[in-house]
C-alpha cells in the first residue's frame, strides 16, 4: 500500500434510508480516511441517493474505502472515476467585498468566469460560479485580492460521460427496503429467488 | 404470503423466527421486550434459555452458532439490556459469527426523547453489526427479521441487530408472513483465479496452506486439497480443526503463540496459500517480515479482506469450499519431499517442547488429551486459552470454540453452554482462568435452571491474570501492576456447590489424573479446579511487533534476556 497521496473521486449509490450518512462516515472515520468533500442528492429512481466523495490518500487506502463501502448492505454500487472518463462540477458561493473603485472590476472578472450575481449589497455582490475544481480554485484566487468574506462550496458532484447508466441493472432487482417497497416501484421489488445476484451485492 | 388475523408484532416476530427454523433463543426480559415475552408463550416449541446477564445470553449464542454453524439467536430489552449485548456483537463481528440479536426499544412516540431505559443501540452497535434496522411499521418486521437473517447468514457471516419498539411489538399486524430466503449458497471461484493459483503453486519448491475460520466449513475439501499437493499445513487459532491434527502434514498454529514448525515454514515458505482468514496481527507478527520470502494466494469470501494487510499475488475470492475443491480438480499435483523432510524436523521439536513440568501448561496438556474427537472445546481468553491452542488436537472442524478477534473475557464459559445445548449427546469442556471464569460466573445458573448436564468446566487457577503478567514480566520488569486475584478468588468449588453443581479440585501432577477422571466420569455438568504454580508463561512466543522469525521458543529462553 504505497503511492503517492492524492484526490480520489468516489461515487456511491445508496438505498434512501435513516443512518446511511451515519453509516458511511462512520466506516470513513474509523479508519481515518479523510473525507475532503462530499454531496448527496437523490436520483432519478426514488429510494435510491447518490453521494460523490472526494477522498485523499494512496490508491491502496482508496481502494480499501471502496472494498468496505461495497460491504455495506445500505450501498448498491460503488464508482470509481478514475477508472473512466467522467464529468465533474462543483458550485460555489461566494461573497466579495467592493468599494466604488473596484465594483466594475470585480463585475468583469466574474463576467469572464460565468459567474452570476445572486445577491448585492453595499459593500458586497455575492457570486454563484460552477466549474470543475480548478476553475472554481481559479474563481476564488481572482477575487482574492479585493476581500472575500466567505465561501460556501458544495464539494463535487460527478456523472460517468457517455450513454451508459451508472448504475447497473441488476441493481433494481435488489432493495427490500421501506423505500423501495412502494407499490410504485414494482420494477425495484427484490427477486428473492435470484440469490446469486443478491450475494454480489454483499 | 398469507395475511394473519389475531397476529401482534410480537407474535409476526415469533412466527419468522419459527419459519426459519430457530427453536432456540438465549435471552434475558425487560419491560421494554415484554410484548415479545408475552407471545413467546403461544410458541411452545420454540426454546428460550433464560440467561443471567445479557452477555451470557449472546456468547451462548455465538457458542451455539460456532458449533452448529447455524445463525445463533439473543433477545434483550432496551437501554441497559441492549448495551451488554455489545461485547458479544463486537466478538460475533470479529470472528465472522453469524447471529441475530432481536432487542427492545421504547414506543415509537418516545425515541428520542431520552425515555427511561432508552438507548440508541443502532448508534452505538453500527460499528460492530454487518447489519441493524429499527423497526417502525409492525408489518414490516417478518420482512426485515428475514433479512437480516439472510444477511447474517450470507456471503461472510456476521451479527444483526433488529431493534423493535414497544409499541411496534404490541401493534396489530396487517403484513405479509414471508417465507424464509433461499439458502444463499457458494461463491464459485473464477476459473482464472483458480489457473493463477495452480500455476504459482506448481513452481513452489516450499509451500504452505494456512487454513483460518473461514475455512470451519470446508475441512473435507481443505484437507483433500492438502493431502492431494502434500502442502505442509498450518491452522490459525480460528481454523483449528478445519485440517486433521493427526495428519503428518499439519504443523498446528501460527503466530505469536503459534508452533515452532508452524512459523518457521510460513517464514521460510516460497508459496502461502491462505484461505479463510484474514492475517490478523496475532498471526503475522510484524507484517513487512511476514513470510518475507513467499509469494501469497488468498483465498477469502470478503473482497476487503484481500490484499488489506499483507500484499497478495494471486486472489480469489470464493467460499473456501468451493475453492479448495476447484484447486484440487484444477491440475495434477506437484509435490516436494525436501520440504516435507524439513518440516518434519521442526516439527519433532515442537514435540520435544509440550510441557511436561507442574504447571498450567502440563494441566491444559492432561485435561486435553482426554478428549473425545467429538467432544467440543471451548475456552476463555488468556494463557490457557494459548496453551489449549497449543495442546489441543482437533481431528474435526467446528470442536474448538473461542474468541480469536476481540479476545473477549468470559465468553469461554457461556459459548461453552450454548454449545453444550447444540449437542447435547457430546461434552462440552470449557477451560477458563479464574480471572475470566469470573466475568461470567453467573451462568452457572443456567447450569442449574435447565439441568444442563453435559458441560464440564476446567478453571486453570494460578491466581493471576496470567497473560498480563506474563507481558508484565517480559516488557514491563516484573512490575505486576493490578494482576493479583489470589488474595479475593472465591473458593470455587463453594461457587459451583452454591448452584448445585459438583466440584474437584486437583493441585499437583499427582492428585490431577484421578481428578480429571472424576471430574469427567460424574453424572452431569462438573467443575474442576486445577490450581497451579502462579509464575509460568507461554512459549512459544513472538513479541508484539516482532516478526515470526524472532520467536522466543522457551521460558528459558525469555529470561535470558530474549525480550525486547
Known sequence: MTGMEQDHLVSVIVRDEPRVLTRITALFGRRAYNIKSLSVGSTEHPGLSRMTFVVTGNRGIVEQAMKQLEKLI??????????????????????????????????????????????????????????????????????????????????????????????????????????????TQTALLPREQDAQTVENLF | MTQQADMSGAKALWHTLAAHGIDTVFGYPGGAIMPVYDALTYYPDIRHILARHEQGAIHAAEGWAKATGQIGVCIATSGPGATNLVTGLADAMMDSVPLLAITGNVARHLIGTDAFQEA??????????????????????????????RIARSGRPGPVLVDIPKDVQLAAFGGELVAPHADPGRLAPDPQAIQAAVTLLQTAQRPVLMVG???????????????????????????????????????????????????????????????????????TGRVKDFARHAQIIHVDLDAAEIGKIVRTQVSVRADAASA???????????????????????????????????GAGSAVRQVVERLRPDDILSTDVGQHQMLA?????????????????????????????????????????????????????????????????????CIINNSFLGMVRQWQELFHERRYSEVYLGDSNPDFLKLAGAYGIEGFRADSQDNLPAAIDAWLAHPGSALLEVVVPQEHGVFPMVPAGAALHEMIETEAEASQGGSK
Open chain 1, 74 to 183: 445500505d450501498v448498491v454500487h460503488v464508482i470509481d472515476h478514475s477508472l473512466e472518463k467522467f464529468v465533474d462540477r462543483e458550485l460555489l458561493l461566494v461573497k466579495v467585498h467592493i468599494t466604488n473603485d473596484t465594483r466594475v472590476e470585480v463585475r468583469h472578472i466574474a463576467e469572464d468566469f460565468r459567474a452570476r450575481i445572486v445577491d448585492v449589497g453595499r459593500h458586497a455582490l455575492t457570486f454563484e460560479v460552477t466549474g470543475d475544481e480548478g476553475k472554481i480554485t481559479a474563481f476564488i484566487e481572482q477575487m482574492r485580492p479585493f476581500g472575500i468574506l466567505e465561501t460556501m462550496r458544495t464539494g463535487r458532484v460527478a456523472l460517468t460521460r457517455g450513454s451508459n447508466a451508472d448504475i447497473p441493472s441488476h441493481i433494481y432487482h435488489d432493495g427490500e427496503t421501506a423505500a423501495l417497497k412502494s407499490p
Open chain 2, 120 to 149: 440508541d443501540i443502532t448508534g452505538i452497535t453500527l460499528p460492530i453489526t454487518k447489519h441493524n434496522y429499527v423497526v417502525q411499521d409492525p408489518d414490516d418486521l417478518p420482512r426485515i427479521v428475514a433479512e437480516a437473517i
Open chain 2, 213 to 283: 475460520g473461514g475455512a470451519q466449513g470446508a475441512a473435507a475439501e481443505i484437507t483433500a486439497f492438502a493431502r492431494a499437493w502434500q502442502i505442509p499445513t498450518v491452522t490459525t487459532l480460528m481454523g483449528l480443526g478445519a485440517f486433521p491434527a493427526s495428519d503428518p502434514l499439519w504443523l498446528g498454529m501460527p503466530g505469536m503463540h503459534g508452533s515452532v514448525a508452524a512459523n518457521r515454514a510460513i517464514s521460510e515458505a516460497d508459496v502461502l496459500i491462505g484461505v479463510g482468514l484474514r492475517f490478523d496481527d496475532r498471526v
Open chain 2, 324 to 358: 479448495a475443491q476447484a484447486l484440487s480438480e484444477a491440475a495434477t499435483p506437484y509435490v516436494h519431499p525436501e520440504w516435507t523432510a524439513q518440516i518434519q524436523t521442526w516439527k519433532a521439536r515442537d514435540q520435544q517442547g509440550s510441557p511436561t513440568a507442574w
Open chain 2, 389 to 457: 491452542a497449543q495442546l489441543a488436537r482437533f481431528e474435526k472442524p467446528r470442536r474448538w470454540i473461542t474468541s480469536g478477534g476481540l479476545g473477549t473475557m468470559g465468553f469461554g464459559f457461556p459459548a461453552a453452554i450454548g454449545a453444550a445445548l447444540a449437542e447435547p449427546q457430546v461434552t462440552s469442556v470449557i477451560i477458563a482462568g479464574d480471572g475470566g471464569f469470573q466475568m461470567t460466573a453467573q451462568e452457572l445458573a443456567t447450569l442449574t435452571k435447565y439441568r444442563i448436564q453435559n458441560v464440564k468446566i
